[in-house]
Each structure stands twice: as structure tokens, then as C-alpha cells.
């Protein structure tokens, strides 16, 4: 299986600064149709997970522009522009290219 | 509107079962395949079980193999996770996603395994 590796797995932040999580497979993602499956996952306190981000940077409906996500091959990252206090929670990469679908550990953020 | 609709679950004895169910609606079902994820009070996301759009392929967390069935009705655009030998730490809210394709993910539904 294909594993996924977060960093960092704690992340406090500033109101207002930006943050960054790292993500790191064991292996590739790009599929042989050409498309890589990496998704980004938010689960806030409470709430049902939901997805920011898939194929690496294309941003779900509803997704504030500040998240962005970038990387190729086997490192990518999630970003946030300006954190607001709405962003805390709990943020997984997810990989899809090969079964099974395998997660990250999680990356907790809260803020300072 | 894209949706997954969980029901089932509730509070079983050890070496008990459940089955759980996922109604989707709002895209075309049979074109992609779902996961089940848990996640145990206090714990991150576990991975459980893949299913594929025609349901003929699946894969199981080695925690659950051989106790956990996942299956899908293509008619009734459903998902289902027959979960026998129940053991305490089964105990979690359960959802079910479309996490490669729609990113929809079900509203969760909660397991407890205890006597």
C-alpha cells in the first residue's frame, strides 16, 4: 500500500498568517491516465470531513480562495493564505491513484 | 444536490453485527467507487473498506477483514457495510465518501460495540 506521510502532524498559527502542510508518498501518484489523485480533507470539530482540494490544486465548490494546493510526483502541499478561525481543525491528504486509498495521518491546526 | 445519506448503527453487544447503509443521490452512482472511514472517539480517520463502481471488487483494513462485508445495490444507488464479530474497539462514527470522485462524503453514523 502507498503511504502517506504528514508534516507537520501539529500546526499552531496566527490569526491572519499563513500556514502550510506537507505531504509525501511512498511512491508516485501519477496514474496512467495521466492524472495524479491527491486530495486534501478538512474535518473541523465536530463536523462530517470534507474535501478542499483534488487532483493536487483544483479547489471543491464552496472552497474559500485562500486554500490552494500545489506538487507533483510524490510531494505536495496544502496552503493557506490567511488563517481565519474557521480553518481549525483536523487536515488529511488522501491518494487515490492506487487501491487502496490510503490517508495521511492527519495534521492538526489551531490557532495560537 | 450531491448527497450521501447514512442510517444504521447504533449500540451492539461484542460479537455482535450491524449493518450499516449509505443512499446516494444527486450524480451517477455506478460510475465511481466509495470507501468506508472511521473514526474512533479521541482518533484520527481510519480507512475501512473500497468498493468499486460495479461492486465485484473490494479491500478491507486488516483490522476488519474477514468480519466486514462492503456492497452496493446499483439499482437502489446504495452502499451497505455488513459488520459481524463486533469487538469494543470497533467502537466509532463510521462514514462513507466518494472521496476521488464527487468529494461528497456521508454525514457519519455512529457504532458502539459494548455489554
Keep these: ?112 | 444536490e450531491v448527497k450521501l445519506l447514512q442510517s444504521g448503527g447504533g449500540l451492539v453487544q461484542p460479537g455482535g453485527s450491524l449493518r450499516l447503509s449509505c443512499a446516494a443521490s444527486g450524480f451517477a452512482f455506478t460510475s465511481h467507487a466509495f470507501i468506508w472511514v472511521r473514526q474512533p472517539p479521541g482518533e484520527g480517520l481510519q480507512w475501512v473498506s473500497l468498493i468499486n463502481g460495479d461492486g465485484d471488487g473490494t479491500y478491507y483494513a486488516d483490522s476488519v477483514k474477514g468480519r466486514f462485508t462492503a456492497s452496493r445495490d446499483n439499482f437502489r444507488n446504495t452502499l451497505y457495510l455488513q459488520m459481524n464479530s463486533l469487538r469494543v474497539d470497533d467502537t466509532a462514527i463510521y462514514y462513507c465518501a466518494n472521496v476521488v470522485g464527487t468529494g461528497v462524503w456521508g454525514q457519519g453514523t455512529t457504532v458502539t460495540v459494548s455489554s
Design chain 1, 1 to 112: 500500500d502507498v503511504v502517506m506521510t504528514q508534516s507537520p502532524l501539529s500546526l499552531p498559527v496566527t490569526l491572519g498568517q499563513p500556514a502550510s502542510i506537507s505531504c509525501r508518498s511512498s511512491q508516485g501518484l501519477e496514474h496512467s491516465d495521466g492524472n495524479t489523485y491527491l486530495a486534501w480533507v478538512q474535518q473541523r470539530p465536530g463536523l462530517s470531513p470534507r474535501r478542499l482540494i483534488y487532483r493536487v490544486s483544483n479547489r471543491d465548490s464552496g472552497v474559500p480562495d485562500r486554500f490552494s494546493g500545489s506538487g507533483s510526483g510524490a510531494d505536495f502541499t496544502l496552503k493557506i493564505s490567511r488563517v481565519e478561525a474557521e480553518d481549525v481543525g483536523v487536515y488529511y491528504c488522501i491518494q487515490g491513484s492506487y487501491w487502496p486509498i490510503t490517508f495521511g495521518q492527519g495534521t492538526r491546526l489551531e490557532i495560537k
